[in-house]
């Protein structure tokens, strides 16, 4: 009973009446290699009119952005704000993202929210509408032109938290190991930090990558990517990735009767990869709190509208999740309710 309720609890956003936030920030605003200070954040109380946000997703495809989505309604609703919502539908949809933040900003707003498809792809139309409304980055990290502050964390530290999870087990002079990566759809804001920050951490490991598949975070592409790596010939000791990947290599896993040849392990996380961590099908994953960081993006909006925006650039501090922890309390702001379904306007 207790291992249960623990886990219903982990499953919760940060309570409404929290005084403050434990986040993290940097020395430096969006410079993720300045040194990370420690934050006491104390949200606002209420806004000071029912503002309407703008709200762009990369997709909706897995529990991941559905988390954001959670805790974007939990905050605009305690702050007595609205919003509307868009998504692109995936990664390569660079345009349509264009196109939606362009009509949504048309249609009258007072502050803009953009977890973007591309790293720099839309500096830009950024640029463009910073000249009328603030623009907050939410989670996926975005080139800084135009941008008037940003909640996420570093996805450089999201990939060395998994890789330094798998360099601890596989530590130099020990027997090699083979990695299949699979990074996401490359271009994308957070691909190329994540990436770097895997490989930084296995570099001195007798861990190896023996070979990248990239490609979008949609369940079928991942389940193509799984299947030829397994089909390619090549050994392979884990399969290591986002989460939709994690989710996917399960079952094929259990099918192909691998499941106890071939390790799991996720970037970041979802519902599903909460369930294989404690089911031990997934060995691993790190936790940037999507609950928290949605919440965060909503704040920093109605701030920035009010012209109170101080903290420019924070966000949750990054914690491994791993069979002994994955029913701590302390991981509440992770996952959104299981009955949890996207809001898309809130009034």
Known sequence: MQRIIACILS??????????WPLETHATPFDYDSPALSLDYTPLDQAAKPWIICVSYPHLKDAYWLSVNYGMVEEAERLG??????????????????????????????ALIVGTVSFDGLTPTILELSQTVPVIAAVNDIADSGIAAKAGVSWYEMGATAGRFIAARHPPGSAPVQLAWFPGPKGAGWVSF?????????????AMIALTKYGDTGREIQVSLVEETLDSGIHIDYLVGSAPTAEVAVSILRARGLQDQISIVSDYMSHAVFRGIRRGRILAAPTDFPITQGRLAIEMAVRAIEGT???????????????????????????????FIPVFEVE
């Not at 919003?83 to 007072?110: H, K, M, S, T, W």
């Not at 791993?322 to 309390?329: G, I």
């Open 309 to 339: 925006l101080t903290i420019r650039h924070a966000g949750p501090r990054i914690r491994l999740v791993v069979s002994d922890t994955v029913d701590s309390t302390d991981l509440v702001g992770t996952l959104a309710p299981a009955s």
């Open 81 to 110: 704000v609205g919003f509307r919502l868009v998504e692109a539908g995936g990664y390569p949809n660079l345009d349509r993202q264009i196109e939606q933040i362009r009509d949504c900003v048309a249609q009258g707003a007072d």
């Open 11 to 20: 499953l919760l956003p940060l309570p409404l009446w929290a005084e403050s």
């Open 194 to 206: 994540v990436e770097a920050g895997f490989r930084d951490a296995i570099a001195d490991s007798a």
